[in-house]
Nanobody, 125 residues
Framework: QLQLVESGGGLVQPGGSLRLSCAASGFSFDYHAIGWFRQAPGKEREGVSGISSSGDTTNYADSVKGRFTISRDNAKNTVYLQMDSLKPEDTAVYYC??????????????????WGQGTQVTVSS
């Protein structure tokens, strides 16, 4: 059973920072690429960032490039999403997901087999 648990969400003012964590258990974490997605109220889920199993390859949505940084610590079975210069439009529930492949850093939902429950991020003054 693959399990992913997100944490680190919360309320932050515009321009602030948050670091999300995605902790994995129950599978060979270091064999899977991991993606971050988000879904705002009334909007479709969108891909935010992805990282390969080794951490050598990363990908970012245009809307977060230069502001978000994805990383992973395979020894801790954890992927991080550092979010800086946050904007109100970043408000959403953020999910992490395990890709079926080690090198997939795209955002096609069909390529992901396990999803976390999500963590709320609210950017507001």
């Amino acid at each position: 059973q693959l399990q992913l648990v997100e944490s680190g969400g919360g309320l932050v003012q515009p321009g602030g920072s948050l670091r999300l964590s995605c902790a994995a258990s129950g599978f060979s974490f270091d064999y899977h690429a991991i993606g971050w997605f988000r879904q705002a109220p009334g909007k479709e889920r969108e891909g935010v960032s992805g990282i390969s199993s080794s951490g050598d390859t990363t990908n970012y949505a245009d809307s977060v490039k230069g502001r978000f940084t994805i990383s992973r610590d395979n020894a801790k079975n954890t992927v991080y999403l550092q979010m800086d210069s946050l904007k109100p439009e970043d408000t959403a529930v953020y999910y992490c997901a395990a890709a079926r492949y080690s090198d997939y850093v795209g955002f096609g939902a069909a390529h992901f087999g396990s999803w976390g429950q999500g963590t709320q991020v609210t950017v507001s003054s």
